[in-house]
Every structure is written in structure tokens, then in C-alpha cells.
């Protein structure tokens, strides 16, 4: 995730949606004025009226990793390559990582709404913990790759897959794939490839994605096609387009633009740059001095860029696409789901506005030319889409599900007593019947955000007065979506202050019914102790258990991984196993505040209930992270040995 006040300032200037270059998008506006005003869940229902419609500008099929030729990061710097603006990534950044000289910002009070206590766990289950079926270090500090090592960004943005022979990571700007045991490798943990860039993927693929090595990149792997997908926003505005389209009124109905011809061209693998040997790991630039010169901001839009395998296998080939945004497309979380790609996104920090985007999973999945489009929703919480897990589809047509936690950060609002749901309808034949529905609030324990919300200094550590971030103030991903039989379960968590002043992972098992409708079914707040257990993602496997992965830190106790879970038909509201330590820290974070946007799970496809998790911890003596991927099993899981 990254905050830029100028790209924020841009955004809030928009009262209505802005043309989508390349992409297909759906305006949605409320009735009545100033729709932000209102809080989420207040009964009103958003509803379509215009689209604007428009196709990938770029999508091409890209080389074997192997077959390409060249150093990604020169491409950049090449004759007549897009200059990176400010908005882009780079080491030296200051939103990339804060000097340790960063002002201390004194701890919120952790207080807690009535009623809230009322759900907390306060010990821990009595269940043996998960089997760790493996785990092995990732992306960070002391990684070595076939590509040699490089020095990692905070936040991390941990991002985790799994296919049937690979895993898959991406740590903000960074990628790497390692072996998984199975019938093509004899271990797990084997890096094949990295630390590279993660624009790597869009190698060759003219336009930003090639030249712009952005972070809050995600990977995915489609269990539903045995595909990777991997997106990758851009943060910088792009020169203008000769076709760029102005920005249309409420009353121009739908606008399909012109497709850039021959596109997507023929599907290649990854380019797989030369094994390098071990390096120092450099250190990173400062901030930049006041006064230093800022590359000049272009006037055009931003962009989104997907890969997706033609195959099984990360090294693909893809097929690759780019798709302009208006909107400032902070903090993608691509879900799964039969008719689409959802990719909900934050506009900026300074406005509550949010962007929920759907690419043609179909035509994709084939290479074809394919649209995206986006709803604009004002006055909301960080917006999740369902992402399937497992094999067992949704019913025929079913929409997607989107939730949101309730509150308003910006308007100093950290409680509220609900979830809030939406029913996303995409129709691809006919992009004016498209439509986002809702919002239904779906009544839930009380809660507090953790730490007041995200951007805050909460988290202690020992022997520093340094804190960490929380991100109270949204669902973390994933919000997963499960069928057994007729049974259609939702799992989401997010992290809220507890009665005994430390955080707690707030976690809820939602149910569907036949008519597609969201209610409650079990909810509980893990709080063993008065540490700090925050940023978790859960997953649920093919029997029904929940498992769940967080951080985990304290004043005594440097902050580190670990995981948890439940059985189907234990007690509605415990997470009855005891906690399996994935990763002890051995040191505090000292560099800045910025802990991990968020954590990880990702289901294993070849047996559907081993749940692979990935966070970050520091080794003892160490000022930078590392992260690390471990795999854990319920009782009944009879996987491999990984």
C-alpha cells in the first residue's frame, strides 16, 4: 500500500466517476447528494445508471522466463522509456521506508466499545496445535536466489500461491518461485527464480507495466484453471494517450473504445535473468533532501496490469494486459470467482472512496481481448471480494460477494456494530445491467479498529520506544469464500483493540442461503493475552476448518508468525487449537512504523485442506525483515509430506 497526498488531492477533485482508459467501467451513484456523507450499511442501495466502456489498451502473450533477454531494470532507463515519476517505487523513496529518526507518535489508548468483551477468547484452545507440514525462509534479508539477493521495501505486502508443483511469492517490488514436493521436485523450499523485479512478468509488454517496477503486487493461483494470475498496479500517471477519452458526464451513457490492434500477441515465458552470485545487500537512500528535484508528474492516467498463465507452471507463458485507470489504484486484492477477476482498490488516503473492478476472467483465461469494469464507490471501507477457495463453484450466476468493515477512519469513527455487504452482478454482454447492490449491513459484535486504524504507532516491541502500524481499520486479506455441499461459508478477519489492552484478531464465519443472501454464523476475538495478535488472514479447507495466520508481538516478546484454527463441529466461536509458532522474532523493527500491510494464506490445490500462510519477522541482529512461508494441516488432512 502506498500513500501519496498528490495522488490523493487528484482523486478528491472527483465527484463523479472518471473515464477508465482501457478499461470497461460502471459508475455507480448514489441518489441524493454528497454520497460520502453517508455511513456504510445506513439502508440506502447504490444502483447503476451509465458505464463507460473500454478495452485493454496493451495485452500481448509474453516469452518463457528462459527465452527473454535483458536487464529489466535498464528498461527503465533506456532511450524513449517512460521516466519513472515520483509516485513510482524506489529504494530511496520516503514512502518506501521511514528514516529511524521518524517522530515517535504517542500510542492511541486502547479502549473498546460495550458488548465487545462479550466475544473474546481469552485463553488458548486445548486442541494440539496445526501439524507445520513444512516451512522454509522467503523473500527478505538473508534471501538468496538463483538471482542472487536485493534489498526488500517496507511495508512488505506479503503475497502467497500455491500450484500444484510451485509456490509462488511477492514481497512489494520483488518476486521469487520455489519448489513444492510433489511429482516434479523431491523438496519444498528450493528457490528456481529470484529475488527479480516483479514487472519481470511484463517483461517485453510495451507500456508502463513493462517499464514501471511498482509494489502492491499480488499473485493468485486460479484452482478453478490451474492458472497464476498476478497483478501489478501503477502508481504513476502515464503520459496522455492520443485516445485518451475526457472525463464523461452522468448523462453519456456507455462508451466502448477503440482496442489497441494486434494485441494480445503470442504468449512467451518469463525472462529468467542470469544466476548471479551473493551480494552485500546495499542500503537503502534516505528520504529525499527538501529541495532535491522530483521527476515532472504526468497529466494521464494510471493503470492496471494482470498476468495470467497460459498453464500450470510460473514461468508461464502469460498472457498480459493493461488496463488505464483515472483512480489511483492503491491496494489491489484480486479474488477469484467463475464470471471474473475482482480487483477492489483505495482512491487515496485523503478521500473515502473505493474502486471495485472486475476483469473478464473468460476471454483472459484464452488470451482474447478482454474489458475491465469498475464501480466507484463512495463513503466505504476498504473493499474485499470473495475469492474461491477450492473447487466446489458458486451457484449458476451467483453475484460475488463484497464486504467492508464499517466506520470512517478519515471522520475519526473507529467503531461500529456491523459488516457491510454488497452482491457485485457482472454482465459482460451488456455492461449497463452490471451492477453493485447494497450496502446490507450484517449486525456483528461491537469492535474498535486496533490502534485507531491504519498509519498509527501502536504495536510495542521490547527495548525501543519505536511502535508498529496495525491497519485496524479494514478487513485483511483474504475474504474467503468455501462451498461444502449447500453449504456456502465466508471467513474475514481484521484486528480490533481487546477489553485487556493489546489487539485481538476479530474473525467471522458468514453463511449464504439459497437466495444469495449474507448472515452471521459464528464470530469470536482471539486474545489469549494482553499482547498484540493483529493483521491475520484466514483460510477454510475442504472439511470445514478454519485456520488462521497473524503477527504476534508484545513488550516481552519481539514480533514474529504464528497460527491457530478450529474444527467444523467445535464450539461456535473458539479457535480451539493452541497457537503453532511459524516464526520467532529476534528483533525489533526499528527503521519505521510500517509492520507488514498485510499477511498471507493461500490453499494447496493438489489435496484442497494443507493452508500455506506467509508473514515477516527480523532475525536477531537484524534491522531489515525476513519473511517466512510455512504449510499447516487440521487433523484429518492426510496431504504429503512437503
Same mark, same amino acid.
Given at each position: ?17 472518471? !473515464? ?6 460502471? %459508475? &455507480?451513484?448514489?441518489? *441524493? ?23 485493454? $489498451? =496493451? ?43 521518524? %517522530? ?38 538473508? =534471501? ?17 500461491? $500455491? ?25 519444498? *523450499? ?18 508502463? #507495466? ?20 498476478? $497483478?501489478?498496479?501503477? =502508481? ?19 462508451? !466502448? ?7 494480445? /500477441? ?10 548471479? +552470485? ?95 469494469? #469498475? ?26 460477494? !463484497?464486504? +467492508? ?15 457491510? &455487504? ?19 449491513? !450484517? ?14 504507532? #501502536? ?10 502500524? +496495525? ?19 465466508? $471467513? ?50 475442504? =472439511? ?31 479457535? %480451539? ?8 522474532? *529476534? ?13 498471507? %494464506? ?6 484442497? #485442506? ?19 512461508? /510455512? ?12
Amino acid at each position: 500500500m502506498r500513500w501519496y497526498a498528490a495522488a490523493a488531492a487528484t482523486v478528491a477533485a472527483a465527484t463523479v466517476a472518471a !473515464v477508465i482508459i482501457g478499461t470497461t467501467v460502471l %459508475t &455507480v451513484l448514489r441518489d *441524493g447528494a454528497n454520497p460520502s456523507e453517508r455511513i456504510p450499511g445506513s439502508g440506502e442501495r447504490s444502483s447503476s445508471r451509465r458505464a463507460v466502456v473500454h478495452h485493454a $489498451v =496493451f495485452r500481448d502473450l509474453s516469452q518463457p522466463l528462459r527465452a527473454q533477454t535483458g536487464d529489466a531494470d535498464a528498461v527503465a532507463t533506456s532511450p524513449g522509456a517512460i521516466e519513472h515519476p515520483v509516485n513510482s517505487l524506489s529504494p530511496g523513496d520516503p514512502e518506501s521506508e521511514s528514516s529511524p529518526s521518524d %517522530t515517535v507518535i504517542p500510542a492511541p489508548k486502547i479502549v473498546t466499545p460495550p458488548g465487545s468483551a462479550r466475544i473474546e477468547q481469552r485463553v488458548e484452545g486445548s486442541r494440539a496445535a496445526a501439524m507445520i507440514a513444512a516451512d522454509f525462509g522467503g523473500l527478505g534479508a538473508d =534471501f538468496v536466489g538463483p538471482q542472487g539477493n536485493a534489498p526488500m521495501r517496507n511495508p512488505s505486502d506479503n503475497s502467497l500461491a $500455491v500450484g500444484p508443483n510451485h509456490i509462488v511469492q511477492i514481497v512489494n517490488s520483488r518476486m521469487a518461485i520455489f519448489t513444492k514436493r510433489g511429482k516434479q521436485f523431491a523438496a519444498t *523450499g528450493t528457490p528456481l527464480y529470484g529475488p527479480v523485479e516483479t514487472s519481470n512478468v511484463f517483461r517485453g509488454f510495451a507500456g508502463a #507495466c513493462d517499464t514501471h517496477n511498482n509494489g502492491d503486487a499480488v499473485v493468485r493461483y486460479d484452482q478453478l484453471a490451474d492458472r497464476w494470475l498476478i $497483478v501489478m498496479p501503477i =502508481f504513476s500517471r502515464l503520459p496522455l494517450r492520443a485516445k485518451e477519452p475526457a472525463e464523461p458526464r452522468a448523462s453519456d451513457g456507455a462508451v !466502448v473504445s477503440e482496442p489497441r490492434e494486434s494485441q494480445p /500477441g503470442a504468449a512467451v515465458e518469463l525472462y529468467q535473468p542470469p544466476h548471479a +552470485a551473493p551480494t552485500q545487500l546495499p542500503v537503502e537512500a534516505g528520504p529525499r533532501p527538501a529541495g532535491a528535484s522530483k521527476p515532472p508528474a504526468e497529466k494521464g492516467s494510471y493503470a492496471m496490469c494482470y498476468a495470467v498463465s497460459t498453464g500450470p507452471s510460473p514461468f508461464g507463458p502469460y498472457y498480459r494486459y493493461e488496463f488505464m485507470r483515472p483512480l489511483f489504484p492503491d491496494y489491489p486484492r484480486p479474488a477469484i470467482w467463475p464470471d471474473g477477476y475482482y480487483v477492489p482498490t483505495s482512491t487515496g488516503d485523503a478521500v473515502i472512496q473505493k474502486h471495485a473492478c472486475v476483469a473478464d476472467r473468460a476471454r483472459m483465461l484464452k488470451g482474447a481481448d478482454a474489458t475491465e469494469q #469498475c464501480v466507484i464507490v463512495d463513503g466505504v471501507n476498504f473493499l474485499n471480494n470473495a475469492d474461491v477457495d477450492g473447487k466446489q463453484l458458486p451457484p449458476p450466476g451467483a453475484p460475488n460477494i !463484497v464486504m +467492508a468493515a464499517g466506520g470512517t477512519q478519515l471522520k475519526k469513527v473507529m467503531e461500529d456494530d456491523g459488516i457491510y &455487504v454488497w452482491k457485485f452482478h457482472v454482465n459482460w454482454a451488456d455492461s449497463s445491467r452490471t451492477r453493485l447492490d447494497g450496502p446490507t449491513k !450484517v449486525p456483528v459484535a461491537p469492535y474498535h479498529y486496533l490502534c485507531d486504524g491504519q498509519l498509527t504507532s #501502536c504495536v510495542p516491541q521490547p527495548g525501543t520506544d519505536r511502535r508498529l502500524d +496495525a491497519q485496524g481499520d479494514k478487513l485483511m486479506a483474504r475474504l474467503v469464500y468455501r462451498r461444502i455441499g449447500n453449504q456456502q461459508s465466508l $471467513v474475514a478477519v481484521h484486528s480490533v483493540n481487546t477489553s485487556i489492552g493489546g489487539g485481538g484478531v476479530r474473525w467471522y464465519e458468514f453463511r449464504l442461503d439459497r437466495r444469495g443472501d449474507v448472515s452471521l454464523h459464528q464470530q469470536g476475538t482471539y486474545a489469549p493475552d494482553s499482547g498484540f495478535r493483529w493483521l491475520g488472514s484466514a483460510a477454510m479447507d475442504r =472439511f470445514g476448518n478454519i485456520g488462521l495466520g497473524y503477527s504476534s508481538g508484545s513488550e516481552s516478546n519481539f514480533p514474529g508468525q504464528r497460527f491457530t484454527g478450529r474444527l467444523a463441529r467445535d464450539p461456535s466461536g473458539e479457535l %480451539t487449537m493452541k497457537e503453532a509458532v511459524l516464526a520467532t522474532g *529476534g528483533a525489533a523493527q526499528t527503521t519505521t512504523v510500517r509492520w507488514e500491510d498485510y499477511t498471507q %494464506t493461500a490453499m494447496d490445490p493438489t489435496d484442497d #485442506c494443507t493452508i500455506w500462510y506467509v508473514g515477516d519477522y527480523l532475525k536477531r541482529g537484524d534491522s531489515r525483515y525476513s519473511t517466512r512461508i /510455512g504449510a499447516f494441516r487440521m487433523p484429518g488432512c492426510n496431504g504429503r509430506k512437503w
